[in-house]
């Protein structure tokens, strides 16, 4: 016979397989996936890794359910695509669930590839990305399915600080497909395509009578503007999947490892004469703090995560002189920049990752203080914002702060204070430190001269000045070293670059322990 003229009928079965197992659920349901408007678990996978660099695990995989007629309902694979290959030429594990086999649905079978994706990435320490589009817990396998998140959900949280984890929302996350992506470190969703939710609107409104669309109750912008769920709200999947590329390029791959230097045109250091007219006169007036972040870090690209949730503080990844640092600032645009409880919670998580990953943390500080009022005393501000504290205290990566202007009481203290373990804390010379700002404190410390007085405004004026006078500047705080040292403006990128090149190899130790006990 000759070998050469003969197609070995083992190949062909491999091959024929290989082909049924990379149709999912069959044409007619990618067709009706492309119809929604959605792509198959396969094109987002390419669209992930870099060319020709993927590699699938598990593609023969089936349930082995027998109730409900299940085991006429058999597609190779199941209903998820596991694997791994390069992102930016940097090794990366991804499952993306596949909607056409019985709504993407999470069975026993699922779970352990999705389980033994994770346990690789763990053993390899690089990061996983989870594509998610699914009905949730495959409802005639019961139990199975239901055990089959508990070993995804304690995976996530063993993972957690050890290796990053990103959950892109590309379809229905309903249930227990919500509580994965929970437990990672970023979520995206993608605007009418990805909907998040415990209960659906069916569900919603047989309990409690609320009319809801699925958009409305679990869309990007519900979970991006209000919940604060999900971290970022794109318009494409395309959009979305570019995004969790370039979140890649600011994170390390593990624990242990700190990020690769992205070498650019924007590297060394060099003067922002843009920031010297920056602050406002009157100390009340806003100004976007975006501008000055822009200035000072590399090529302008900042990375801002969570942009649309707590907008009076700002987070997110960026790069001096090529090394990713991490960024928090207020906004004083937004609400003053006032630290309300989202924002705490926000800016903490941030902190904690940050740190997680040997990250460097800059904080940007104008900050009027915390939110006053019911709502927010109730709502818990004071174990909200002990998070922040929390955070900042137990970070041991290098914490750099610049004070732009304001820092006002229990704000001063949490945002990178010298006492909450700042290594470097600069001012600019319109920095001002204080419990309060001038007229409250006026008015608390002077208020039987104010009430005796026969021209009380007139002398509200003065002793509004001489408060200004003595601590509306960063003076007393740098006599008494809590302030390193007070900067010209267009020095800010050359002495953040100088502090973080003396710090690169900051060593600092927590006491053993086996975890904080952070108010949560
Ligand atoms: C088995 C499922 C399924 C599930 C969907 N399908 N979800 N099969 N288990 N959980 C199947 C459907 O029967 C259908 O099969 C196919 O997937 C496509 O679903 P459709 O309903 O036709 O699609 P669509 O109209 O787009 O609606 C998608 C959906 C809806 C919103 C996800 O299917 C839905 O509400 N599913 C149930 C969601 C849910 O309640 N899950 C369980 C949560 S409990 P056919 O063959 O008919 O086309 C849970 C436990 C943990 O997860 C809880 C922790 C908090």
């Given at each position: 016979?000759?070998?050469?003229?003969?197609?070995?009928?083992?190949l062909?079965?491999?091959?024929?397989?290989?082909?049924?197992?990379?149709k999912?659920?069959?044409?007619?349901?990618?067709?009706?996936?492309?119809?929604?408007?959605?792509?198959?678990?396969?094109?987002?996978?390419?669209?992930?890794?870099?060319?020709?660099?993927?590699e699938?695990?598990?593609?023969?995989?089936l349930?082995?359910?027998?109730?409900?007629?299940l085991?006429?309902?058999?597609?190779?694979?199941d209903?998820?695509?596991?694997?791994?290959g390069?992102?930016n030429?940097?090794?990366?594990?991804?499952?993306?669930?596949?909607f056409?086999?019985?709504?993407?649905?999470?069975?026993?079978?699922v779970?352990?590839?999705?389980?033994?994706?994770?346990?690789?990435?763990m053993?390899?320490?690089?990061?996983?990305?989870?594509?998610?589009?699914?009905?949730?817990?495959?409802?005639?396998?019961?139990?199975?399915?239901?055990?089959?998140?508990?070993?995804?959900f304690?995976?996530n949280?063993r993972?957690?600080?050890?290796?990053?984890?990103?959950?892109?929302?590309?379809?229905p996350?309903?249930?227990?497909?919500?509580?994965?992506?929970?437990l990672?470190?970023f979520?995206?969703?993608?605007?009418?395509?990805?909907?998040?939710?415990?209960?659906?609107?069916?569900?919603?409104?047989a309990?409690?009578?609320?009319?809801?669309?699925?958009e409305?109750?679990?869309?990007?912008?519900?979970?991006?503007?209000?919940?604060?769920?999900?971290?970022?709200?794109?318009?494409?999947?395309?959009?979305?999947?570019?995004?969790?590329?370039?979140?890649?390029?600011f994170?390390?791959?593990?624990?242990?490892?700190?990020?690769?230097?992205?070498?650019?045109?924007?590297i060394?250091?060099?003067?922002?004469?843009?920031?010297?007219?920056?602050?406002?006169?009157?100390s009340?007036?806003?100004?976007?703090?975006l501008?000055?972040?822009?200035e000072i870090?590399d090529?302008?690209?900042?990375f801002?995560i969570?942009?649309?949730?707590?907008?009076?503080?700002i987070?997110?990844?960026?790069?001096?002189?090529g090394?990713?640092?991490?960024?928090?600032?207020?906004?004083?645009?937004?609400?003053?920049g006032i630290?309300?409880?989202?924002?705490s919670?926000?800016?903490?998580?941030?902190?904690?990752?940050?740190d997680?990953?040997?990250i460097?943390?800059?904080?940007?500080?104008d900050?009027?203080?915390?939110?006053?009022?019911t709502?927010?005393?109730?709502?818990?501000?004071?174990?909200?914002?002990?998070?922040?504290?929390?955070?900042?205290?137990?970070?041991t990566?290098?914490?750099?702060?610049?004070?732009?202007?304001?820092?006002?009481?229990?704000a001063?203290?949490?945002?990178?204070?010298?006492?909450?373990?700042?290594?470097?804390?600069?001012?600019?010379?319109?920095?001002?430190?204080a419990?309060m700002g001038?007229?409250?404190?006026?008015?608390?410390i002077?208020?039987?001269?104010?009430?005796?007085?026969?021209?009380?405004?007139?002398l509200?004026?003065?002793?509004?000045?001489?408060?200004?006078?003595?601590?509306?500047n960063?003076?007393?705080?740098?006599?008494?070293?809590?302030?390193?040292?007070?900067?010209d403006?267009?020095?800010?990128?050359?002495?953040i670059?100088?502090?973080l090149?003396?710090?690169?190899?900051?060593?600092?130790?927590?006491?053993?322990?086996?975890h904080?006990?952070?108010?949560?």
């Amino acid at each position: 016979m000759d070998n050469q003229n003969t197609i070995d009928p083992k190949l062909t079965k491999l091959n024929e397989l290989r082909e049924e197992s990379s149709k999912g659920g069959g044409e007619n349901r990618i067709n009706a996936q492309h119809k929604r408007g959605k792509l198959t678990a396969y094109e987002r996978i390419e669209l992930l890794f870099d060319d020709n660099t993927f590699e699938e695990i598990d593609p023969f995989v089936l349930h082995r359910s027998t109730d409900f007629g299940l085991e006429k309902n058999k597609f190779l694979g199941d209903a998820v695509v596991t694997g791994y290959g390069k992102i930016n030429n940097r090794l990366c594990f991804a499952y993306s669930q596949d909607f056409t086999v019985l709504g993407g649905s999470l069975s026993e079978a699922v779970s352990q590839k999705i389980c033994k994706c994770m346990d690789l990435a763990m053993k390899s320490g690089v990061p996983i990305i989870g594509l998610i589009d699914s009905g949730g817990a495959r409802i005639q396998e019961g139990i199975d399915s239901l055990n089959g998140y508990s070993e995804i959900f304690f995976r996530n949280t063993r993972a957690s600080g050890v290796i990053p984890q990103i959950s892109a929302i590309l379809g229905p996350a309903a249930g227990g497909a919500t509580y994965s992506p929970a437990l990672t470190d970023f979520i995206f969703v993608v605007q009418e395509i990805g909907q998040m939710y415990i209960t659906g609107p069916d569900v919603i409104k047989a309990v409690t009578g609320e009319s809801v669309s699925h958009e409305e109750l679990g869309g990007a912008l519900a979970h991006s503007t209000k919940s604060g769920v999900s971290h970022f709200a794109t318009e494409s999947e395309e959009e979305c999947i570019n995004k969790i590329r370039k979140l890649l390029t600011f994170l390390p791959s593990n624990n242990m490892e700190t990020t690769p230097i992205v070498n650019s045109n924007d590297i060394g250091k060099r003067k922002n004469e843009s920031l010297i007219n920056i602050i406002p006169e009157a100390s009340n007036q806003p100004y976007d703090m975006l501008e000055i972040i822009n200035e000072i870090i590399d090529n302008n690209d900042f990375f801002q995560i969570h942009e649309l949730f707590a907008k009076n503080i700002i987070v997110g990844f960026s790069r001096f002189n090529g090394d990713s640092v991490g960024i928090v600032a207020q906004q004083p645009s937004h609400l003053a920049g006032i630290l309300d409880i989202d924002a705490s919670v926000k800016a903490a998580r941030f902190v904690r990752f940050c740190d997680s990953f040997n990250i460097p943390i800059l904080t940007l500080i104008d900050v009027p203080g915390f939110m006053p009022g019911t709502s927010q005393e109730y709502g818990g501000i004071i174990r909200h914002g002990a998070k922040l504290i929390y955070a900042y205290a137990e970070a041991t990566v290098p914490k750099i702060s610049l004070l732009t202007r304001k820092a006002y009481g229990g704000a001063y203290i949490v945002m990178s204070s010298k006492g909450l373990g700042g290594d470097v804390n600069y001012s600019w010379p319109s920095g001002q430190v204080a419990v309060m700002g001038a007229e409250g404190a006026v008015n608390v410390i002077h208020r039987k001269k104010l009430d005796a007085s026969e021209t009380p405004d007139e002398l509200r004026k003065n002793l509004v000045n001489e408060y200004e006078d003595i601590f509306m500047n960063p003076y007393v705080a740098a006599s008494r070293g809590l302030i390193d040292n007070v900067i010209d403006p267009t020095e800010t990128r050359n002495k953040i670059i100088q502090s973080l090149d003396m710090l690169k190899n900051k060593r600092d130790i927590i006491p053993p322990k086996k975890h904080g006990s952070i108010p949560l």
